[in-house]
C-alpha cells in the first residue's frame, strides 16, 4: 500500500515550474499545446516553443513589476495564450488565479479585492470592459493586459500582450531555483452557490504531489497523451487534466474554446485521455441515440449488442480473461458495431476515459463501457487539488473507486467522507474561520459527502452533506439518484428533484434542447422549439412514461409523485447550473417558487 509519505519521497522539493523545465528538456521535440486557427488549420507548439514564450513571458511580467507573492488574474478562454500566461506568471513566483469567464464586473471586483490581484491578463474587449467597470475600486490592480483587440479599443495604459512575447526570454533554470514548493500555485474560486466565493489555496507541493498520486494510479507514463482541454481553467478538474498534467507529463494539449464545439473537436483531436461532466457524456449518448431512433430496426440489433457489450465488460471489470467465444463476440460487436460509432464520436482511442464533478447514472456509465468506452468514475474536490478516489482498470459501477495512492479514507459516525494526503489544500486563502470547517486538526478534509465504503474499500458517494431530502415524513432521500435515473431517458437534459419537508417527492424536468427537436421531428410533430415542445401533447405522454420507468427503480416514497415540464433550458453558468453543469438547487428553487408550490397544491 502506497502512503502520502511513500509519494512525498518521489515528490520531495519539486514545484511546477521545475516540472516544466524537465519537460522542456527531456521532451522539447513534442507537441505540447495545438489550436484551430481562424482558417480552420491547425497551430500548434512544441515544449521548446512552449518554454521560450512562458519564459519571454515572465521577463515582460517582472518588468511590469510582478514577483514572489504576486497574484495575476487571469480571464480567458480554453486557448493558448493562457498556457504561457499561468507559466510565465509561475517562473515570476507569482500565483495565477484564473477567473470563470461569465463573471460580472462585481464578481470580479471581489475576487481581484479579495486574491490582492496586481495584473489582469483578459482575452477581449468583452472581458476588458467588464474589469474596466470596476477598476476605479481595486487600486491594487496596476497592470490590465488584453490578448485580442483588433480594432484597437482598449484605454492607452492597457497593454497589449503581444508585446510582452518581445522580451528576452528569462533564465528558466534560474527563475526555477526561486520557487519553492510550500509557495502558492493558484487559488480556486468556489462557484459561490452558497454564499460568495472561497479561495481554495493550492502549493506547487500540492499538484506535484496529486500528479504523482495520478501516475501511479495508471500505473504508466503517459508522454505524448492526447488531451481535449474544453472546460474552464477557473474548476479544478480542468485545470489538473489539461494544464498541471499535461506540463509534468508532456502531454500534447488542444485547447477548445467553447464546450459547444466539442462535437467538433473530438473526432479530429480523438483524444486518449479524456475527462467529461456526466452532463457531457449525457449529451454524447442523446445525440447517438437520437440518431439511432430514426431507424427502429437498427436501434434494436445495436441495443442487442450493447446487451452483450454490457456482459462482456463484466468479466472485463472482474479482472477475468474472456473465453475465446467471448472474444470473438468482443471483436465481432467491436468491428461492425461500436469501433465505426467511437470513430465518429471520436473516442476510439481514448484509454482513460473519466467522469466526475457530480453524479453519473448507472446505466449510462454501463453503455459507455459496453461500447468499449473504458470510461470510469473518479471522485473529488478543489479542496484535494481534484482526485481522491479511482480505479480505472478495475471499477466497481455505482463506486466513486478506492482512494488512489497515498489517500487516505475514513467516514464519521454520520456517514462523511473524511480524507488526507498531500493533495489536501493548506486552507482557504486568508479566511482562517472556513478553514477551520473543512480541516480538522489532524489535517482531515471534511468532504460534505455522505458516503458508504464497500469490503474492498471502494467508496459510493450516496450525496450532499446538505443536499439530502428529509420528506415530512422523516426518510432521507438522495435526489441526485433520482435526478440521474430521470436524465437517463433521452427526453429529459436537466430534472431537479424537490420534496424537503414535503409530504411526497416532486420533480422539475427540463428537455434536452438538442434531443427533443430531433425525436419531434422523427414523430411528424409541427412543435419544433423547447417551448413548443412542452406543451406538446406526444411530448407529455413520452415524459410521463419516462417518470414511470424511473420510479420502478425506487421504493414508493421514494417515488416521483407529481412534476412539471418547464418551458426553459438551463444552461452553464446560469441561475440553475454552475459552469459545470451541477444543480444550484438554491437558484433553482428560488426562480421556481411558484411552479414548485403548484405541485403541492391539492388536486380538484
Known amino acids: ?165 518581445e522580451s528576452d526570454p528569462i533564465d528558466m533554470h534560474a527563475a526555477v531555483e526561486k520557487v519553492s514548493p510550500d509557495d502558492l500555485c493558484t487559488v480556486i474560486y468556489t462557484s459561490g452557490t452558497t454564499g460568495p466565493p472561497k479561495g481554495v489555496a493550492l502549493s506547487h507541493y500540492n499538484v506535484c504531489w496529486t500528479a504523482e498520486s495520478y501516475r501511479q494510479t495508471i500505473k504508466m507514463d503517459p508522454v505524448g497523451f492526447r488531451v481535449l482541454s474544453y472546460l474552464p481553467m477557473a474548476h479544478i478538474a480542468e485545470r489538473m487534466t489539461g494544464h498541471y498534467f499535461g506540463i509534468v507529463s508532456a502531454s500534447e494539449v488542444t485547447t477548445c474554446p467553447d464546450p459547444g464545439l466539442l462535437g467538433q473537436y473530438l473526432p479530429q483531436v480523438r483524444p486518449q485521455t479524456f475527462f467529461g461532466v456526466p452532463r457531457v457524456w449525457e449529451k454524447l449518448y442523446a445525440g447517438v441515440n437520437a440518431a439511432l431512433a430514426a431507424d427502429a430496426e437498427k436501434q434494436a440489433k445495436f441495443d442487442e449488442a450493447v446487451g452483450a457489450g454490457k456482459a462482456i465488460d463484466e468479466v472485463r471489470r472482474r479482472g477475468e480473461e474472456l473465453s475465446t467465444e467471448q472474444q470473438a463476440t468482443w471483436e465481432f460487436l467491436d468491428e461492425v458495431a461500436f469501433q465505426p460509432l467511437k470513430q465518429m464520436i471520436g473516442l476510439d482511442q481514448v484509454k482513460f476515459a473519466l467522469t466526475g464533478a457530480a453524479p453519473i447514472g448507472v446505466d449510462l456509465l454501463e453503455w459507455f463501457r459496453a461500447i468499449g468506452v473504458p470510461l470510469t468514475e473518479i471522485y473529488g474536490m ?18 466513486v473507486g478506492p482512494a488512489m495512492p497515498g489517500v487516505a479514507l475514513k467516514l464519521l459516525e454520520d456517514g462523511e467522507v473524511c480524507a488526507k494526503g498531500g493533495n489536501v489544500f493548506s486552507g482557504y486563502l486568508d479566511d482562517p474561520e472556513k478553514t477551520a470547517e ?39 432521500i438522495s435526489p441526485a439518484n433520482l435526478e440521474n435515473a430521470l436524465k437517463s431517458f433521452p427526453l429529459i437534459g436537466q430534472a431537479a428533484v424537490i420534496g424537503d419537508r414535503r409530504p411526497y417527492i416532486s420533480a422539475l424536468i427540463v428537455l434536452d434542447g438538442e434531443v427533443a427537436p430531433a425525436w419531434a421531428k422523427a414523430r411528424g410533430l409541427s412543435a419544433t422549439t423547447v417551448q413548443e415542445l412542452a406543451a406538446d401533447p406526444e411530448v407529455l405522454a413520452e415524459i ?19 412534476w412539471t415540464l418547464l418551458a ?25 417558487a411558484a411552479e414548485i408550490e403548484a405541485l403541492y397544491e391539492k388536486k380538484a
Open 1 to 165: 500500500m502506497v502512503t502520502s509519505a511513500d509519494i512525498d519521497k518521489v515528490v520531495d522539493g519539486q514545484t511546477v515550474p521545475g516540472e516544466f523545465a524537465k519537460t522542456v528538456a527531456n521532451n522539447g521535440d513534442l507537441i505540447a499545446i495545438r489550436w484551430r486557427k481562424p482558417d480552420d488549420s491547425w497551430g500548434e507548439w512544441t515544449y521548446d516553443e512552449y518554454g521560450d514564450k512562458a519564459c519571454r513571458m515572465a521577463t515582460a511580467l517582472a518588468g511590469l513589476g510582478v514577483g514572489k507573492g504576486d497574484r495575476a488574474l487571469l480571464m480567458m478562454r480554453n486557448r493558448p495564450e493562457f498556457h504561457i500566461a499561468d507559466l510565465g506568471a509561475l517562473l515570476c513566483g507569482a500565483t495565477p488565479v484564473s477567473v470563470y469567464n461569465s463573471s460580472s464586473p462585481e464578481q470580479i471586483e471581489y475576487l481581484v479585492g479579495h486574491s490582492k490581484g496586481k495584473i489582469a491578463i483578459v482575452e477581449d474587449i468583452d472581458f476588458l470592459e467588464r474589469f474596466l467597470k470596476v477598476r476605479s475600486q481595486l487600486p491594487g490592480l496596476e497592470r490590465i493586459i488584453v490578448i485580442d483587440d483588433p480594432d484597437g479599443l482598449a484605454p492607452d495604459d492597457v497593454i497589449s500582450f503581444s508585446s510582452l512575447l
Open 544 to 562: 410521463e412514461r419516462s417518470v414511470a420507468e424511473a420510479n420502478k427503480r425506487f421504493s414508493n416514497v421514494e417515488q416521483i409523485k407529481r
Open 382 to 399: 478543489s479542496e484535494n487539488t481534484g482526485p481522491l478516489t479511482w480505479d480505472p482498470y478495475k471499477p466497481r459501477i455505482g463506486t
Open 568 to 592: 426553459d433550458e438551463w444552461l452553464p453558468d446560469s441561475e440553475e447550473l454552475t459552469p459545470t453543469m451541477k444543480l444550484k438547487r438554491r437558484g433553482v428553487n428560488s426562480r421556481y
Open 438 to 476: 473543512a480541516l480538522d486538526d489532524e489535517g482531515w478534509l471534511h468532504t460534505g459527502d455522505i458516503g458508504v465504503l464497500d469490503d474492498a474499500g471502494y467508496l459510493k458517494i450516496v450525496d450532499r452533506k446538505k443536499e439530502l431530502i428529509i420528506t415530512a415524513g422523516g426518510k432521507n
